[in-house]
């Protein structure tokens, strides 16, 4: 009889635990999701998604508001391009000058 | 005294030898007339090729050369963006250029040219009827200059917009971040804003060949002194934004 209230016990317990792991979300990669049957969003690099704004204790600033590490990634590719096309445009630029001198002269 | 009666007898003496030989050299091997060359410089009798064989050559190695030019300037600008809209008009003229060139090259290699200034007026129309180098290279280095840097201003208006959602309270990123949008400011007020070209370079793809080129000079500086304005802008707008994202990073 005594065992039996153990063991009756235990199993609440134990349930109270899985219930409790389950109010906290998880979030900790793929695996813990899948296991909900959750499908896990990813950022377009394949990152894990940043975590819902509110949902935890701190309210985030600006860049660090969902998405914004990608939103910055994006940005510094961007400004790379802006180099490039900048040096392009430096190439470009060397050779603007009309200078009459390459013509040569008619005979 | 002497020396006349020497020089009548060195007179004697030649007109001897002359005579000799005349006298000694069989009948068909009588002294032919000059033939008419046909070196370079001595046209045919009716100035056909290879008459004036020199001229022929200069022309076609300058055409030649402003066609290699044009093909390269026709491929930059191919290669550029079109970002103000001006590129398809200048493309055309380039290969008009190119294919009149190609025209006038095989007329002046096949031709018959009475006289020798007469090639040389059309070997002359390469150089002051086309421009190739005083005009035309310089006039699509502009355009593809300008289009790089407006390509570039896009990209930058994006990039703005979107550190604008990330500055929040960050009092470094937003002064960063308006120096940035003066600095892109500064660009449109100088070059114009994307489509719309409206600076000195708005008039660079119309310009044409001509024998007073000092116009088309004019107008050619006064477009690179835009750009030069226009690429510093840019410039420091990157660097700006290159704060901020740095700013947000801290």
Redesign the interface.
Known sequence: MRTGLRRAALAVAGALLVVAAGACGGGSGAGSHATHGTPLTTTSRGAAAVPTAGSGAHAPSAAQAPGAAAALSGANEQLSSVDQLLSQADGAAGQTNPDASQEGTAP | MSRRLLSSAGAFVAAGVAVATLLAAPAGARPVPPVRSTNATTPSSNGCPPAFAD?RS?GHA?AARRETTLTTLSS?LTG?QDPWGVNSGLLSTLANAKSNLVALDQRIQSSCYPTREGL?AD??T???GY?????R??QS??V??AD??G??RG??A??AQ??T??????AQ?QADLTAMDHALASFDSTLGTVPNLTSHVAAVPGLVPAQD?SG??AA??A??AD??TA?QA??QA?TD??KV?AD??H
């Open positions: 001229l200069r300058e930059a550029a040389r070997v002359a390469i150089f002051a421009r190739v180098y005083w005009l290279v310089p280095r502009i593809e200059e790089h840097l390509v570039a990209k930058l994006s990039v979107t550190l959602g990330l500055v929040g309270g960050n990123a080129m088309n000079v050619m500086q477009a690179r750009l030069k690429r840019l410039g990157a934004a290159k994202v947000l990073k």
